[in-house]
């Protein structure tokens, strides 16, 4: 049933959907929505047959869903930025022990210095932890990829995080289509769990594994999300069928075909990217875009497909791994092995920074001219930067950077007398 | 306290058992039925108090819940040297997340068994002193204020055993651990430190505390019994010593765990919603050097000269519980 | 439905069992049967911890037929006997001794009460054997002898069984029926008792009885003397005679003021007797103190109570016809004897009763070669035969101390002594196991229990009636009593060992069969060892 409503409330009612049995979460921005309205419909009674748990830490929140998932209950968690990595031991636990729950992550940037605004670095932050990773790029997508998710998660008895932008997707009023509840069920069974605490077949679950067991563990988890690259697609394409629209899938590509420029994102981002793709195509230009949308597992084979007959590659990356450079283009950058093109890195939209479409049209027209660094930083205040580096160079005791800035854009007050 | 004691048939309720009595009135330790939750094979030190608590906790509460109970255990000695891959010793569902988190775990098993209308199945989460006061608090705490429908049971051993003794906010003043040597001015851990974790439980006005030792079978079993019977969050603090840590003689533990019951550092006491509702009364006190001898993580205290002051103020800490518990008379 | 575990992170129960622990050990528990100290002490080598666990649970029969494997006399003994057992038993280092002998005088009214009839011997032999004398000593024997299947005929002075029981101690202290019910259980079981049979000649009996061997036990029956000078009509007797004529039709007239020249039991029961028969004044006349009397303190102190004086460091110079002693005081000197110390004063007495002391009447081994006889006493080899082969002897007329459970105690003794030698060969005693001292128990756990105090008839009727004066325990007494028993050395399945092992390695084997180590799980720690009440187990080393 189509519905103009907020992205977060869409969410819930999407998870609502799935039958949750166990729900707990901890408040954090920009995911509050989301948990606020579950809550809301389990204490109305509308979402029956659902304990929602008000726990008091994030890490507590996924120890809940740990302890209910062992215990055979389909459960689900939110959270964003210092949330997961407040629970982030709990995340390793869940994806270590193979519990299939299902968690949303509100994208949004990691403190210090303390931001609220959406980036991609809280998700990156964990993207090695051996849960399932999909972006969301639109609301639509962002609801329908929780129904995929459950039953991903619990065909390969692997956890999954759902990731989509904080504010730009979350807080956002759009027209989504809620499916029902008969839809819904046929598409997600009820939850089999491959072990699970029981009073009649008791087992000991979380042993202490040595050197002698433990690399055979860990390779197996890998060797669920190689799986997965399979069962993704094969899912996406059952939710196709059954509910009429394409949401999910490993990678979506966009007038890609004869493209000799391919810009690659993750999230809303591809919106305005495709955008800009449009008016630049109208022009001539040979551009086209990839979505990516299962980021773990990374779609090796599907990006190489997509990307390697083009003469250029610009990823636009909301996350920086500091020291380095880019998250997504080191992915990019393996699935291209071999192959010979030019690469772009561009980090963009950190801490919620506004990612202009002129910018971006800016940013496309120069990587056509191969007018472009290897690693750019869209739309960075350079003169911000320098006067810093200048303060810094002065004194040793150059105060803290955050405050010092602030103070420079007058939005914190100068210091008394 | 509801235990009856027995009289006229010669060891009365202070042992295991007794032929002579009805087997009803015997301890669940002593049926030959008993489950042995926690099995013979686990790596445990010789004589190690925990293993004994855990056995008698996880057997009373499956006497009492019809054999449906769930575990929780949190990172520590009971953890590892009850399931090193391949062998487990657990006989009961049992499982373990991390060190800080069982609290919310089992809550979040509780919670499960509530939507499965499994309201049958009762779930304990276990840990350490460590695991229970320190880094899993938080957990403990939103565990308590929520109310979940769990019994926490926490082995106090007074400090971070399975990482080689060191000092936790349970390790009690002038003991000797790895980051409190017994050596320079204030040597072994420092007064004026430490929680009472059974009074912070009551302070959350939670169904159930109490404390227990595995000197005293048949008290612990009552306790852990009544929790059974009682739903919402109920907390069990059981003294078990650690031969290795505390440098007593392993066939000691138990006399050990006496002393600290007898000499009044270690008060057995119920508590519901906050109130105080019973103690048990010190049979033959002792005073707290018979305790402390008998463990070299106080020996510093018994050199030339021995630490009168030390002992005495430890002393005092007894005094003050005997007063504060109503232990005598 | 067993589900697909993941690998490695998910185990099955009873894993653990695969880790065999027991190879940690360096030393191992082992259940010991230690000695307890009550047996110990027994001269009739009973196995109190024995019946006293048996009657724990209210099984008196058993309790009181464990009890007569040894001794045959329990309801006598629960009367007569002075108790070492309960000056040794270790319960009086926690509260007080248990009341072993109390218990035992339960158990041998009930037998009595119920007519429980001693088990018929399992095996016949042709073997015959003499004993003389049907005191304490002869009927243990014979019982015994009985019981190994051998012919035994009993050879009786006097016209009733009994010995010193029925001629030496007052009926206030043993009634006879009680005595007479226990004798006849003992002939029930084929002993044959002929009274009013004085042997003379020991070999010649046993030649004409073509008796195999032979046990005397005659006694010590003769009074011994002291050098009084006395009137021509004083009346002085001996105790022996006094207590004897008890029995008769006609008692012993001694008139209003007896005075009893002696410090040992006999003179206090015949002190006790003459109040009883009448006597306004009955006093003891003694050459030491209290402390170093003969006679046990429980005794002095009923017959002090009972209206008895005693006169302290006196001696008996002379009687004179009227009655009139002249009694001399003593003093005792650095060494504790006492000595004269020329004063004198004089008593009243209508009678005087000597209780100086017993010799025995040896007349029977005249003409016997190879024995040896020393301070009037025959000697006995610890097999407790004379030098005479198969001529065996016990009770008062060997030396030992003279008391009936001693008596019963050679008897035994003698009994299967008797029976390796009719056999050809010889018997040796099992070795002692090691002894339950107290400080291998652990007594935190024992219940706090005060002993039971047997009640005592009322001084009113304790002095005009020869009533039992000490009266049993009733049935929930003597349970309590018996209850009382730690149970030294011997375990009691308490469940201690079984319940307070970490690693779950004793096994239990049931009601009545105790318990097993487990040795592929038990790490040695000892804990069982310390929390064993009762010291039921021991650590070994373990051997490469």
Redesign the interface.
């Known amino acids: 049933m189509l519905k103009q409503i907020e992205g977060s409330r869409a969410v819930a009612e999407a998870v609502a959907l799935c039958r949750p049995?166990?729900i707990?979460a901890y408040p954090i921005t920009p995911q509050t929505h989301i948990v606020e309205a579950l809550s809301e419909m389990v204490k109305a009674g509308e979402l029956a047959?659902?304990?929602f748990?008000?726990?008091?830490?994030e890490?507590?929140?996924l120890?809940?869903?740990?302890?209910?998932?062992?215990?055979?209950?389909r459960?689900y968690t939110a959270t964003a930025s210092q949330g997961i990595l407040f629970m982030a031991?709990?995340v390793y636990?869940a994806a270590g022990?193979g519990l299939p729950i299902v968690m949303t992550i509100g994208n949004r940037a990691i403190g210090a210095p303390i931001n609220i605004w959406n980036d991609q670095s809280d998700s990156m932050a964990l993207r090695d932890a051996g849960w399932i990773q999909l972006y969301a790029e639109t609301n639509q997508e962002a609801a329908d990829l929780h129904i995929q998710a459950f039953r991903l998660a619990e065909e390969l008895s692997c956890p999954v995080m759902v990731c989509m932008d904080g504010f730009i997707l979350t807080h956002a009023y759009e027209r989504v289509d809620i499916p029902t509840q008969a839809q819904v069920d046929a598409y997600l069974p009820n939850f089999e769990p491959v072990q699970v605490?029981?009073?009649a077949?008791?087992?000991?679950?979380?042993?202490?594994?040595?050197p002698?067991?433990f690399f055979e563990v860990r390779y197996l988890q890998h060797h669920k999300q190689l799986r997965a690259l399979e069962l993704v697609p094969q899912l996406a394409e059952e939710f196709r069928r059954q509910f009429g629209r394409d949401s999910g899938g490993l990678v979506k590509r966009y007038r890609c075909d004869d493209a000799e420029t391919i810009v690659v994102a993750l999230g809303s981002l591809n919106g305005t990217i495709k955008d800009v793709v449009d008016e630049m195509r109208g022009q001539g230009y040979r551009i086209g875009s990839l979505a990516i949308c299962s980021f773990r597992p990374f779609p090796l084979t599907e990006v190489r497909a997509a990307l390697g007959h083009a003469k250029r590659v610009v990823v636009l990356e909301k996350c920086l791994a500091i020291g380095i450079g880019g998250i997504v283009s080191s992915g990019v950058r393996k699935a291209l092995s071999g192959i010979v093109l030019k690469g772009y890195t561009v980090i963009a939209g950190l801490g919620g920074r506004a990612i202009l479409r002129k910018s971006l049209r800016a940013l496309f027209e120069n990587a056509e001219r191969d007018d472009l660094e290897q690693l750019t930083f869209l739309d960075l205040k350079w003169d911000i930067v320098n006067r810093e580096l200048a303060r810094m160079r002065e004194q040793r005791r150059s105060g803290p950077i955050a405050e010092n800035i602030l103070r420079e854009l007058g939005t914190v007050a100068a210091r008394i007398g | 306290m509801l235990l009856q004691?027995?009289?006229?048939?010669?060891?009365?309720t202070?042992?295991?058992?007794?032929?002579?009595l009805a087997e009803g009135q015997?301890?669940v330790?002593?049926n030959?039925r008993r489950t042995?939750s926690?099995?013979?094979?686990?790596?445990?030190c010789?004589?190690?108090?925990e293993?004994?608590g855990a056995?008698y906790a996880i057997d009373a509460a499956m006497q009492a819940s019809g054999?449906?109970?769930?575990a929780?255990?949190a990172t520590g000695c009971l953890?590892?040297f009850?399931?090193?891959?391949?062998?487990?010793?657990?006989?009961?569902?049992?499982?373990?997340?991390?060190f800080?988190?069982a609290a919310?775990?089992?809550?979040?098993?509780?919670?499960?068994?509530?939507?499965?209308g499994r309201r049958d199945?009762k779930v304990i989460a276990q840990g350490g002193d460590g695991g229970t006061m320190d880094i899993g608090f938080?957990?403990l705490?939103?565990m308590f204020?929520?109310n979940?429908d769990v019994l926490y049971i926490c082995y106090d051993n007074e400090a971070y055993m399975n990482t080689g003794v060191q000092r936790s906010s349970a390790t009690p003043p002038l003991a000797r651990t790895a980051t409190t040597p017994a050596v320079g001015k204030q040597p072994g851990n420092v007064f004026g430190t430490g929680k009472n974790l059974p009074l912070i439980a009551m302070a959350h006005q939670i169904p159930y505390v109490a404390t227990a030792s595995v000197a005293n079978?048949r008290d612990l079993e009552t306790k852990v019994a009544r929790a059974m019977g009682i739903g919402g969050a109920r907390y069990i603090h059981i003294h078990v010593p650690c031969?290795l840590g505390w440098g007593s003689?392993?066939?000691?533990?138990?006399?050990v765990a006496?002393m600290a019951v007898e000499s009044g550092l270690f008060p057995l006491f119920e508590a519901e919603h906050g109130e105080e509702t019973g103690r048990y009364r010190l049979r033959?006190r002792v005073p707290v050097e018979e305790y402390l001898r008998l463990q070299k993580r106080f020996a510093h205290l018994f050199g030339f000269p021995p630490d009168a002051r030390g002992i005495a103020a430890i002393q005092a800490i007894a005094d003050r519980n005997i007063q504060r518990f109503g232990l005598l008379g | 439905m067993t589900m697909t575990k993941p690998f490695?992170i998910t185990?099955?129960?009873?894993?653990?069992?695969?880790?065999?622990?027991g190879t940690?050990r360096t030393q191992r528990p082992v259940y010991v049967d230690r000695l307890p100290p009550c047996n110990n002490a027994c001269p009739a080598g009973e196995d109190i911890q024995g019946w006293l666990y048996q009657a724990?649970?209210g099984d008196y029969e058993a309790a009181w037929r464990t009890l007569t494997l040894d001794n045959p006399l329990p309801a006598v003994m629960g009367r007569v006997c002075y108790r070492p057992c309960e000056d040794a038993c270790n319960r009086s280092k926690l509260d007080a001794a248990v009341g072993i002998n109390s218990v035992e005088r339960f158990l041998g009214d009930e037998a009595i009460k119920h007519g429980w009839k001693f088990a018929a011997p399992g095996t016949e032999s042709v073997k015959r054997v003499l004993v003389i004398g049907a005191g304490p000593s002869g009927l243990s024997a014979a019982y015994h002898l009985r019981r190994l299947g051998h012919r035994v005929r009993i050879a009786e002075a006097g016209p009733l069984a009994g010995g010193m029981m029925r001629f030496g101690i007052p009926q206030y202290r043993l009634p006879r029926d009680v005595l007479d019910a226990e004798v006849q259980r003992i002939v029930d079981l084929g002993v044959e008792i002929e009274f009013n049979r004085k042997v003379t000649n020991i070999l010649d009996t046993m030649q004409q009885g073509k008796f195999d061997a032979a046990f005397l036990a005659v006694g010590a029956h003769i009074a011994k003397r002291a050098y009084i000078p006395a009137g021509a009509a004083a009346r002085m007797l001996d105790a022996l005679s006094v207590l004897r004529g008890m029995e008769g039709e006609e008692k012993p007239m001694l008139g209003r003021r007896v005075v009893v020249y002696g410090g040992g039991n006999t003179a206090l029961d015949v002190a006790r007797t003459a109040k009883r028969l009448g006597a306004t004044e009955a006093i003891i006349v003694y050459r030491r103190t209290r402390e170093k009397m003969a006679a046990h303190d429980f005794e002095v102190e009923e017959a002090l109570q009972e209206g008895v004086m005693i006169k302290w460091l006196s001696t008996i110079k002379n009687m004179a016809d009227e009655g009139t002693l002249t009694v001399e005081k003593m003093a005792l000197d650095e060494t504790g004897f006492p000595q004269p110390t020329g004063e004198f004063e004089t008593l009243e007495a209508d009678s005087l009763v000597l209780a100086l002391g017993q010799d025995v009447d040896l007349s029977l081994l005249n003409g016997v070669p190879g024995l040896a006889i020393k301070d009037g006493t025959v000697q006995v080899g610890p097999n407790m035969m004379t030098g005479h082969a198969g001529i065996f002897a016990g009770g008062d007329m060997v030396p030992a101390e003279r008391t009936v459970t001693v008596a019963v105690g050679h008897g035994k003794k003698a009994a299967r002594h008797i029976d390796a030698w009719l056999r050809g060969g010889v018997h040796a005693p099992a070795p002692k196991h090691e002894l339950a001292e107290f400080e291998k128990l652990n007594p935190?756990?024992?219940?706090d229990?005060p002993k039971t105090v047997r009640p005592v008839l009322d001084l009113a009727r304790r002095t005009s009636t020869f009533e039992e004066v000490v009266q049993g325990l009733n049935e929930t007494n003597a349970?309590?009593e018996a209850?009382?028993?730690?149970?030294c050395g011997n375990c009691?399945?308490?469940?201690?060992c079984?319940?307070?092992c970490?690693?779950?390695?004793v096994i239990?084997l049931?009601?009545g069969k105790r318990f097993e180590f487990?040795y592929?799980?038990c790490?040695?720690?000892?804990?069982c060892?310390?929390?064993c009440?009762c010291g039921a187990i021991t650590m070994v080393p373990e051997t490469i």
């Open positions: 049995e166990v707990c047959n659902c304990e748990i008000n726990v008091e830490s890490f507590a929140a120890s809940v869903a740990i302890g209910a998932s062992a215990a055979g209950a459960s031991e709990a636990n022990l605490l029981d009073c077949d008791p087992v000991s679950i979380g042993a202490m594994v040595g002698d067991a | 004691p027995i009289k006229f048939y010669q060891t009365g202070f042992t295991i058992g007794n032929r002579l015997r301890s330790q002593a030959m042995n926690l099995n013979s094979g686990h790596r445990a010789q004589g190690c108090g293993a004994l056995r054999n449906r109970v769930m929780v255990n953890e590892v009850s399931t090193p891959y391949p062998e487990t010793s657990w006989q009961i569902p049992w499982m373990h997340s991390l800080g988190n919310a775990v089992a809550a979040g098993v509780a919670a499960a068994m509530r939507v499965k199945v938080g957990c705490s939103g204020e929520r979940d079978l031969p003689d392993p066939a000691d533990t138990i006399k006496r033959r | 490695a185990l099955d129960p009873g894993s653990s069992l695969a880790n065999r622990t940690w724990e649970s935190w756990y024992y219940t229990a349970l309590f209850r009382r028993c730690l149970s009691f399945e308490c469940d201690n079984y319940g307070v970490p690693d779950n390695a239990k049931g009601p487990n592929d799980y790490k040695g720690c000892g804990l060892v310390s929390e009440p």
